[in-house]
């Protein structure tokens, strides 16, 4: 199970304290509903619940019960004072990892969330397969989606909550079936051209750690250099080509056993989109929802290109990245090719507001541009000169 809060960001922009009350009131609620179901909190990242469940069935009544007891509590609170959650399920195999839970089934549930209504809850196929008959709410088939980075199609359904406001229901169904209503008024619209580009497959092998080669002979001064700046916002690694930078991070991954994600930049990512969309997708491959309201608010803002302002989707990933429990390493490898004084700016918004759990890497043939002079100076920023 995944959960959101639905406008989030935008009141935390508008009014921090409120949204803060509201997420910690929002957080106990949860809270005190999960046990009930046998529900295991696997992480929160800003406003958003990762949880497991052993049964299906036992997912889709926490769901609902959290959607109702948010309902009956925002019947007596005013319109800003409400809290309304996205609520999304699916079932799948997945891998654990110390406290982490990973796979296949936690990519396609992350990816799901954003289908959900506000108010609603959205599941899979497989979870719609597995409470049919046994649950005591209609099912409606909303049809298959193909979701971001997911190779095939996926079926969705969405659960029929007693207190929703008519939506030209289909016809009637069976309490747990499902109907072949795969058509509705309240579906997302389609995207835009633009919308698409952000939202296209990602290239997973830009987003590979390299793996440290058996034959090279450390550099142990410089690897010690990498990890005694990690306490910094950027190190940047500069040297000319065949120098073996990406190299040098490599072997300091596979030393230090970080948490690192990567991505390797070419010509093409001076498209401003999709720059941020590989950085997200990074993040990503440690976090499957972290970036996604970052990502959403930059789809949406696609739209109408000329108002694009990088901070409005830059702030909630900042936020997102500051609730974070643990350090992260993100690395831009070839940094030189970018030549989008946008893409600077972004970065150098980002270097400004970066929360502690957050160190960013560049690798580069040069020192940042003079074009860029927002970005960190050296003298401000580790640099580690690979030789």
């Given at each position: 199970m995944f959960t959101d809060m639905v406008g989030y960001s935008a009141l935390a922009q508008k009014n921090e304290?409120?949204?803060?009350?509201?997420?910690?009131?929002?957080?106990?609620?949860?809270?005190?509903?999960?046990?009930?179901h046998y529900g295991r909190e696997i992480e929160t990242a800003g406003d958003a619940f990762f949880v497991e469940f052993d049964s299906a069935l036992e997912?889709?009544?926490?769901?609902?019960?959290?959607?109702?007891?948010l309902h009956e509590r925002n019947q007596s609170n005013s319109p800003?004072?409400?809290?309304?959650?996205?609520?999304?399920?699916?079932?799948?195999?997945?891998?654990?990892?110390?406290?982490?839970?990973?796979?296949?089934?936690?990519?396609?549930?992350?990816?799901?969330e954003p289908l959900a209504q506000p108010g609603g809850i959205c599941i899979s196929e497989d979870v719609a397969r597995q409470i049919r008959n046994k649950f005591d709410l209609p099912l409606i088939r909303v049809g298959k989606r193909q979701l971001k980075n997911i190779e095939l199609p996926v079926s969705i359904y969405r659960v029929s909550l007693p207190w929703e406001e008519s939506r030209s229901a289909p016809a009637p169904t069976l309490p747990g079936r499902m109907t072949d209503d795969e058509v509705r008024s309240d579906l997302p619209a389609q995207?835009?051209?633009?919308?698409?580009?952000?939202?296209m497959p990602l290239l997973e092998t830009k987003l590979y750690v390299p793996r440290a080669r058996p034959d090279i002979?450390?550099?142990?001064?410089?690897?010690?250099?990498?990890?005694g700046g990690t306490n910094r916002r950027l190190t940047l690694i500069s040297a000319p080509a065949g120098f073996?930078?990406?190299?040098?991070?490599?072997?300091?991954?596979?030393?230090?056993?970080?948490?690192?994600?990567?991505?390797?930049?070419?010509?093409?990512?001076?498209?401003?989109?999709?720059?941020?969309?590989?950085?997200?997708?990074?993040l990503q491959t440690l976090r499957p929802v972290l970036g996604e309201n970052a990502r959403i608010v930059m789809n949406a803002q696609m739209r109408q290109?000329?108002?694009?302002?990088?901070?409005?989707?830059?702030?909630?990933?900042?936020?997102?990245?500051?609730?974070?429990?643990?350090?992260?390493?993100?690395v831009l490898d070839d940094y030189h090719i970018i030549t989008n004084p946008?893409?600077?700016?972004?970065?150098?918004?980002?270097?400004?507001?970066?929360?502690?759990?957050?160190?960013?890497?560049?690798?580069?043939?040069?020192?940042?541009?003079?074009?860029?002079?927002?970005?960190?100076?050296?003298?401000?920023?580790q640099r580690a000169a690979s030789r």
């Open positions: 304290a409120l949204a803060l009350e509201l997420l910690e009131e929002h957080r106990g609620l949860v809270r005190g509903i999960l046990p009930r997912a889709v009544r926490c769901g609902v019960e959290i959607q109702r007891s800003d004072r409400r809290i309304i959650l996205r609520i999304d399920l699916h079932l799948g195999d997945v891998v654990h990892s110390g406290a982490h839970v990973q796979g296949d089934g936690v990519n396609i549930a992350a990816r799901l995207p835009s051209s633009r919308e698409r580009e952000v939202a002979v450390p550099r142990q001064r410089l690897i010690e250099r990498l990890s073996g930078k990406t190299t040098l991070l490599a072997e300091w991954i596979r030393q230090s056993g970080r948490r690192v994600c990567w991505v390797s930049l070419d010509e093409s990512d001076n498209n401003l989109s999709r720059f941020w969309a590989y950085f997200i997708g990074a290109p000329h108002r694009l302002r990088q901070e409005s989707f830059l702030t909630p990933l900042v936020n997102e990245i500051a609730a974070l429990k643990e350090n992260i390493e993100l946008a893409i600077h700016e972004g970065i150098a918004f980002l270097l400004d507001h970066l929360p502690p759990q957050m160190h960013l890497l560049m690798t580069s043939r040069t020192d940042p541009p003079s074009s860029a002079p927002s970005l960190p100076r050296p003298q401000s920023t």
